[in-house]
């Protein structure tokens, strides 16, 4: 019947961030056919606005640290409900997958003896940030592309998944379109990898681009696959506020960890108000202690700007409700007041943040080496996400693995900077490699023509809506706003339970959007495509947001303030059910290894 | 403070051909390029195609041609361009047109894979790691910046105007293979390349490029004018190429 172009591989995978190309490259060295298909042009994708730097335990700026370090600091920071295999694997194997960018040319700053240069940043108790200035995204997906494309994989750039194709229970494809053409495509493979990256565009204040629409983790969602931690959505604590069009850019952890520090109006230093008892013992009890660790002082401990980010926005929540916030909501941060301390501080600032230089310069004519920058909460990241397997990246359905964002568990409640870029290189490797495996193992499955008749369907029934009122723009709009107000940074539970209602709501508005012109290039059909993810994953994050009773790391909920020791037993899981609807429940954590345990008593 | 501005934006029609729209748009301050053409497709033109991502100068997807100067959309602010009269917005010329603000630069991506790879000389240390000097790697660093938003490409006459696409890879590409060249670890020899497939002679050094780089990259003096002295001190020195001929092999 269906005569759409058809290609076929043995593994293929849907993402080309880091942790996409990371996988499209291990499984090609494994010897299998490689298919790669990315939203945007390669190259683009959301990892190059990754900042600060990649952690990795490799000890080149202070010897003490090792992977039991960083291991303990990923599951302080997951406030204990992360997969802890998955922690202990990331902090092992994060060193060995840096060396190995070196190795395929990526250039990173140096130590005086010549080593990679490690950074400090929040929650991290060493300096442990592989980075390149403040750009160092830009540097891994660059070393990823240049070292991928010699690798025999067959890139597909702009093109879009509408759905995972099946066979029985297992995942045997993906069926979509090009963006330029608007042509529908059927991609077989035996295994397929979802490398999507997060959902920040269901939220009207985020870092996130257009691509950040929960595709990966909403197409595993329709496929059968289980979803963890959804409640757990990390609002990084500095974005920009000002103006209003660059509302919620991000501006890196890198500017508090080479000494920026947080004030309010009165030009209190704020964040000496509140240090969580977790961190007591590693928080610095004064403004001059603080700054002898960045310095490098090995005696000194963190100045508190450097706790989590869950922490650091609500703190900057609540200067802002007292009524001590800047000009336009937000709170300052202040880099330029370290030219008391150093007559070369303009220097230095443009040395280790040049981009923050130049996005405030020219975004906002504000010269950061000058003044503070007004800074506020934005949505920045899932730690939540499809669940899989600590060792495979293999989700509950055969053939579908799923890596980086849009794979849940190694940051638990909250993630501590620095640890996304590791994740992407460590897991998008393991992807790769266990999808390649498994594409060895197994033979192609059948595409079933009745699923991309519907698909099909399904894609183009926007463009037969003759009188709608609307187009996808405003529901769009209209959700983000929403789940800003509703499931945002602080939550109570009536107003998630509206925000249910809400969802019917804008479901019902978002089946009959009506798109004009054709299906070439067209962003209206796609934004009126991607709502179907967007309005999944807000459904899963409301969901997953009102059973837990408690708060942690991104996760605060006011009319449940406290930590619940019983809650810290389990991860929220939920899933498609027979009927459609969308099911949940707890999950009971594993017992951690004796030896694991044992890292952390050694490190509290 | 928002006001009135007229966009002059070109669209594609269904022939292929295409002609400037005219929209009107109220505009408030801070707002850039980007923002002004996101609000144009949400209110008056929801298949308005254009490329962006980041929003912030670091992905290089939203270039593009305002009041004819190649820019990316996202760094313009509106109160650097004159508002009184329409502002232009069109795709870059240097590329086939696909629709409205959106062309086709696959060429740049083909060129690329015809580059001879990042090739390491053999780790330093045990665990696969070397040692490189801050000095040594400032310069490759530089080049590292490029965010592969082409405006270099579009800009360039011997792309631009000549059409030589099959002979020059433009000054993208020619900082990408200096970055390769003075990697202090890569063992590779580019020279005959670049002299011959890569054209590195096309460029006559009028450093348009260099103005329109929004990471401003020294595109000329630092990558092409270096590139172009080690191409002649290998093919067209006569002593040296006396000494290649007699110097003992090792």
Redesign the interface.
């Known amino acids: 019947m269906t005569n759409y172009e058809s290609f076929e591989y043995d593994v293929l995978v849907i993402g080309a961030g880091g942790a996409g190309l990371r996988a499209a490259i291990e499984a090609s060295a494994a010897g299998v056919k490689v298919g790669l298909v990315c939203k ?7 990892t ?2 990754a900042e600060g730097g990649m952690a990795a335990a490799m000890g080149n700026v202070d010897d003490r640290d090792n992977w039991r370090v960083h291991f303990a600091d990923t599951m302080r920071g997951g406030q204990y409900v992360n997969n802890w295999r998955m922690a202990e694997l990331h902090a092992k194997e994060a ?2 997958r840096v ?2 960018l ?4 990526a ?1 990173f ?2 130590t005086p ?5 490690q950074r400090n940043f929040g929650g991290h108790k060493y300096p442990r940030l592989a980075h ?2 403040d ?1 160092t ?3 891994l997906i ?1 070393t990823l592309q ?2 991928g ?2 690798q025999g994989i067959t ?1 597909h ?1 702009e093109y879009t998944i509408v759905t995972l194709l099946k066979d029985g229970d297992r995942v045997i494809g993906a069926f979509g379109y090009d963006r ?1 053409r608007g042509r529908f495509k059927i991609f077989r493979a035996k295994a397929v990898v979802l490398a999507t990256g997060g959902l920040g565009r269901a939220y009207r204040i985020t870092t996130n ?3 950040g629409t929960g595709d990966g983790v909403s197409l595993a969602y329709h496929a059968g696959a289980e979803l963890r931690d959804m409640e757990f959505i990390q609002f990084h604590p500095t974005g920009m506020i ?5 509302r919620g ?2 501006v890196t952890e890198a500017v508090r960890g080479d000494g920026g520090i947080l004030k309010n109006k009165e030009g209190r230093r704020f964040m000496f108000d509140d240090i969580p008892d977790l961190y007591k013992s590693q928080t610095a009890t004064d403004p001059e202690e603080g700054w002898r660790y960045v310095m490098g002082d090995k005696n000194a401990r963190r100045p508190p700007e450097l706790l989590t980010r869950d922490h650091v926005a609500r703190c900057i929540l609540r200067e802002v409700k007292a009524g001590r916030g800047s000009p336009h909501g937000g709170v300052f941060l202040d880099i330029a007041w370290i030219k008391e301390k150093m007559p070369s501080a303009p220097e230095y600032i443009k040395r280790k943040l040049p ?1 923050m230089y ?2 405030f310069m ?3 004519s504000l010269d950061i080496t000058r003044e503070p920058m007004e800074i506020g909460p934005t949505t920045h990241y899932l730690m939540g996400g499809i669940r899989v397997d600590g060792d495979t990246q293999a989700t509950n359905i055969p053939g579908l693995f799923a890596a980086g964002e849009c794979a849940g568990g190694l940051h638990g409640a909250n993630r501590l900077g620095g640890n996304s870029l590791s994740d992407l290189i460590v897991f998008g490797k393991r992807a790769g490699e266990f999808a390649a495996k498994y594409a060895k193992e197994n033979s192609a499955g059948k595409v079933n023509d009745a699923q991309l008749e519907e698909a099909s369907r399904y894609a183009l029934e926007p463009f037969e809506r003759e009188g709608s009122p609307e ?4 529901v769009q ?1 209209d959700l983000q706003g929403m789940m800003q107000d509703l499931v945002g940074i602080v939550r109570r539970q009536e107003e998630m339970a509206r925000a249910l209602d809400g969802l019917k709501q804008l479901w019902g508005r978002a089946n009959k959007v009506a ?4 299906r ?6 796609h ?1 009126a495509l991607d709502l179907n993810h967007l309005l999944t994953v807000s459904e899963a994050i409301t969901r997953s947001a009102l059973d837990r009773k408690e708060s942690r790391g991104g996760h605060f909920r006011e009319d449940f303030p406290k930590k619940d020791p019983e809650a810290q037993k389990y991860n929220t899981v939920v899933w498609q059910g027979k009927d459609g609807a969308m099911q949940l429940r707890r999950e009971p954590i594993p017992e951690m290894a004796a030896e694991l345990k044992q890292v952390i008593e050694e490190m509290k | 403070m928002s006001k009135q501005v007229t966009f002059r934006i070109w669209r594609t029609d ?1 022939n292929g051909g295409g002609k400037f729209v005219d929209y009107p748009t109220e505009v ?5 390029v980007l ?1 002004v053409v996101h609000k144009i ?3 008056q033109a ?16 939203c270039s593009a041609e305002i009041n004819g100067m190649p820019k990316l959309m996202c ?1 313009t ?1 509106l109160d650097q361009i004159p508002l009184d009269k329409p502002v232009t917005i069109e795709p870059m010329r240097s590329f086939p047109r ?3 603000l ?1 062309t086709d ?2 060429w740049n ?1 083909r060129v ?2 015809k580059i001879k ?2 090739n ?1 000389r053999k ?1 330093d240390a045990s ?8 000095a040594d ?1 400032d310069r ?2 530089e080049f ?2 490029c ?2 938003c082409f405006l270099c490409q579009d800009v360039c006459h011997v792309l631009r105007d000549h059409h030589k696409h099959d002979e020059f890879i433009g000054p993208r590409f020619l900082v990408y293979t200096a970055a ?1 060249e003075m ?1 202090p670890l ?1 063992t590779e020899d580019r020279l005959p390349e670049l002299k011959q497939a890569c054209g590195v002679g096309f460029c006559n050094i009028t450093k348009c490029c260099t103005k329109v780089c929004p990471e401003s990259i020294s595109i000329t003096d630092n990558a092409i004018i270096p590139l172009k002295e080690r191409v002649v001190d290998d093919f067209f020195d006569p002593l040296g190429w006396l000494w290649k001929k007699l110097r003992p092999k090792t």
């Not at chain 1, 070196?102 to 040319?105: I, N, S, V």
């Open positions: 945007s042009l390669l190259g683009k994708a959301h190059v606005m060193p060995a060396h190995e070196e190795a395929w040319g250039v700053d140096r003896d010549g080593k990679i240069l390149v200035g750009r995204g830009l540097e660059r240049d070292h494309i010699h890139v750039m330029e681009s257009w691509e000002w103006p209003p069009s660059v850019l991000l981009s130049h996005q020219q975004l906002a187009g996808p723009y405003q709009h798109v004009a012109s054709n070439e290039y067209n962003p209206g059909w934004t | 269904a408030s301050e801070g707002m850039v923002d497709q949400a209110e929801n298949d308005l195609a254009c490329r962006w991502n980041c929003k912030a100068g670091k992905c290089g997807s760094m602010r696909l629709r409205d959106a630069v696959s991506f690329k894979t790879k990042f390491p780790p665990d696969g790691s070397w040692r490189m000097a801050q790697v490759v660093q590292r910046k965010i592969e390769l990697h890569d």
